[in-house]
C-alpha cells in the first residue's frame, strides 16, 4: 500500500485540505444510498475506528443525515475519532455512542462539541446497545480501518464485527473490510463481511484475491484522482477480453497445421487414461495446429480424438513439437517428466508431473517452463500446509517462481500467475467455482499448453488459458453442475466470446 499512500500525499500536497477524503465520502454515500434505495428514514450504523477510514464513514454517515436518513456512529476510540467528521455528523444531527456505549449518553454527546466530550459521556455503556442499533438498522457502514490498518482486528472492533455479520442489515465496507490485509488478500482473524466494498482511487491488490475477495462481496471503484500520480507497474493485473483477444493465436494466410505449432501431451497411465483424453481436449482447442500424444492411453485418446497424432515411443522420439504438457494422470512415470524437462522447448508442468520433476533440472531449463499447481501441490513444493497457501496466495505464487525460476499458475479459488522475473501477477477475473469438477484442471494444462505452442510466452499462455478456461467453466455450467468435458467443449464458445466482442 506504499505506492498507494505515496501517491495520495503527492495529490493531497496539490488540493486543498480535506478534498480527496470529501471525495471519497461523497462517492461512499452515493453508493451507500444506491443500496438502501429509499435514504429518508432508514436506519444506518457506522462503524468508526480511530483512522482517516473513520472519517470517510462519519463524512458519508453526515450526507446520508442531510438526506434523512438516521444516522447513528460507533465510536471504537471516541477520544480518537476523526473530529471534522464526527463535527459534520453532527451538524447533521447523527446521533454518536461509544462502541461498549449506550444510545441515550451518546445522543447528548452528539449535541456537544468535541471528540473528547463524547468520550467522557459515553464510556459508561452497556454493549449490549451497539449491537442492538447493528442489529436493528438497515446499512451498517464499516469504517473500523482501511489501509492503516495492523494485525488482525482487536477485540472491540471484533465483537463489531461479528454483530454486523449477524444482521439483516447490508454491509458496506469502507475502502476495504476491516481485518483483510489489503496487500495480500490474506485474511488471519476475524474480518467484517462485506455486501460492498467501496474503495477508493485503485483496486486494492487485496481485494481481488481470496480470501479477502470473499470478505469483500461486490467492489466499487470510487474515483479520487489517484490515477493521475500512481505509478504505472501495478503489483497484480487482470486480463479484460480486449487483452486477451489480442493475445489469441489465430491463423493466418501463411499458416499451415506446424507453423501453428504442434503440442506434445506426455500424461495418462493405464490407471488414469481419462487425464490423457481430457489434456488433449484441452489442447485441441487451444489453437495449436496439431496435437501429438505420448503415453500408454493412446487408444482412449484416439477413440475420441481421431484428429490426435498417437505414439507409443518416449517424448525424444514422438517427433518435433513447439511445447510439452506433462504431467496429468502420469501416476508414476518419472522417466518420461524428466525426459520432457530436458527438452529445449516450453514445457507446462502439471499434477504428478509436478511431484515428479526433479527441481535442480527445472531451474536448469533454458526454455520457459509453466508449472500449474493447485494449492495442495503448491504447499508440497514449498514443504508448508496446505492452508498456509490458501491464506496466502500471492506469496505462495512469487515464492514457487523465484525458487523454481518458472512461471507459476497456482489454480484455485483466484488462479494467480507469477513470472519468475516478477513484475505484475496476473489475477484471473473468470475463475467460477463449478470449475472445482475432477479432470478440470487436465482441461486447463491441454489449453494452456496449446497456447504456449502456438507462441504464447509463458505468462500469456497461463493467463490467457485460464481466462478462456474460467469462462469455458461459466458457459458449460450455466448454473448447474458440470463435467471436465463439458469445460472443454465450452472452450470455442470462450474463443469466440472474447475474440468477436
Ligand atoms: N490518505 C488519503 O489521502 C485518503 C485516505 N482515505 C481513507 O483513509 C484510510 C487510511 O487512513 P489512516 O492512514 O488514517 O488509517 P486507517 O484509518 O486505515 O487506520 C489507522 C487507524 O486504525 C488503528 N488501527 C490499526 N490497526 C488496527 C486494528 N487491527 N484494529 C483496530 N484499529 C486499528 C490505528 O491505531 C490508526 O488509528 C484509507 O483506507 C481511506 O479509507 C480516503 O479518505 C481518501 C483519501
Ligand atoms: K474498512
Redesign the pocket.
Given at each position: 500500500m506504499e505506492t498507494v499512500?505515496t501517491a495520495?500525499?503527492e495529490?493531497?500536497a496539490r488540493l486543498p485540505d480535506g478534498a480527496?477524503?470529501q471525495?471519497?465520502?461523497a462517492g461512499l454515500a452515493a453508493a451507500c444510498a444506491d443500496l438502501l434505495g429509499r435514504v429518508y428514514g432508514s436506519r444506518v450504523v457506522l462503524l468508526v475506528?480511530?483512522?482517516?477510514?473513520?472519517?470517510?464513514a462519519l463524512y458519508a454517515g453526515a450526507r446520508l443525515a442531510r438526506r434523512g436518513a438516521g444516522v447513528t456512529a460507533v465510536l471504537?476510540?471516541p477520544e480518537?475519532a476523526h473530529a471534522g467528521g464526527l463535527g459534520a455528523l453532527r451538524r447533521a444531527a447523527g446521533r454518536v455512542v461509544g462502541a461498549g456505549g449506550d444510545a441515550g449518553a451518546a445522543a447528548s454527546a452528539g449535541a456537544t462539541g468535541t471528540a473528547a466530550s463524547v468520550a467522557s459521556v459515553a464510556s459508561v455503556a452497556s454493549s449490549a446497545s451497539a449491537e442492538e442499533l447493528i442489529a436493528r438498522a438497515d446499512l451498517v457502514v464499516d469504517?473500523?480501518?482501511?489501509?492503516?490498518?495492523?494485525?488482525?482486528?482487536?477485540p472491540d472492533?471484533e465483537a463489531l464485527a461479528a454483530a454486523a455479520g449477524r444482521a439483516r442489515a447490508a454491509v458496506v465496507a469502507?475502502?476495504?473490510p476491516?481485518?483483510v490485509d489489503a496487500d495480500t488478500g490474506e485474511v488471519r482473524g476475524a474480518a467484517v463481511r462485506a455486501d460492498l466494498t467501496v474503495t477508493?482511487?485503485t483496486h486494492k491488490p487485496g481485494l481481488l484475491i481470496d480470501p479477502a475477495r470473499e470478505y469483500a462481496g461486490s467492489v466499487r471503484l470510487v474515483d479520487?484522482g489517484l490515477g493521475e500520480v500512481l505509478p504505472d507497474g501495478a503489483e497484480l493485473e487482470a486480463l479484460q477480453h480486449a487483452d486477451v483477444a489480442r493475445l489469441l493465436p489465430v491463423p493466418t494466410g501463411e499458416s499451415d497445421k506446424y507453423r501453428r505449432g504442434v503440442v506434445g501431451i506426455a500424461a495418462g497411465s493405464d490407471r488414469y487414461p481419462g487425464a490423457a483424453v481430457l489434456a488433449v481436449s484441452g489442447a485441441l482447442r487451444g489453437g495449436a495446429g496439431a496435437v501429438r500424444y505420448v503415453g500408454p492411453a493412446g487408444d482412449a485418446v484416439i477413440a475420441r480424438f481421431p484428429e490426435t497424432l498417437v505414439s507409443d515411443r518416449g517424448p525424444h522420439k514422438a517427433g518435433r513439437v513447439q511445447a510439452w504438457v506433462v504431467g496429468p494422470g502420469a501416476g508414476e512415470d518419472a522417466g518420461t517428466v524428466a525426459e520432457v524437462v530436458a527438452a529445449d522447448v516450453p514445457v507446462l508442468i502439471d499434477a504428478d508431473g509436478l511431484r515428479l520433476a526433479d527441481a535442480d533440472a527445472v531451474r536448469a531449463r533454458t526454455a520457459p517452463t509453466l508449472m500449474t499447481p493447485h494449492a495442495g501441490e503448491a504447499a508440497a513444493l514449498l514443504g508448508v500446509a496446505r492452508e498456509e497457501v490458501e491464506h496466502g496466495r500471492l506469496a505462495a505464487a512469487r515464492e514457487l517462481a523465484a525458487r523454481y525460476d518458472a512461471t507459476v499458475l497456482l489454480k484455485g479459488s483466484t488462479t494467480l500467475v507469477a513470472d519468475p522475473a516478477g513484475g505484475a501477477v496476473r489475477v484471473n477475473p473468470t475463475g467460477t467455482a463449478w470449475l472445482a469438477t475432477a479432470g478440470s484442471g487436465d482441461v486447463l494444462s491441454g489449453l494452456a499448453g496449446s497456447l504456449l505452442a502456438a507462441g504464447l510466452s509463458a505468462l500469456d499462455a497461463g493467463s490467457v488459458g485460464a481466462y478462456l478456461h474460467g469462462l469455458a467453466g461459466r458457459f458449460a455450467a450455466d448454473g448447474a453442475p458440470v463435467g471436465a468435458h463439458d469445460v472443454a467443449d465450452a472452450i470455442r464458445r470462450a474463443w469466440r466470446d472474447v475474440y468477436l466482442d
Open positions: 499512500r495520495e500525499r495529490l493531497m480527496l477524503m471525495r471519497a465520502a475506528g480511530s483512522g482517516d477510514n473513520g472519517g470517510d471504537l476510540a480518537r469504517g473500523i480501518v482501511g489501509i492503516g490498518g495492523k494485525g488482525g482486528l482487536r472492533a469502507v475502502d476495504l476491516s481485518g477508493f482511487g479520487i
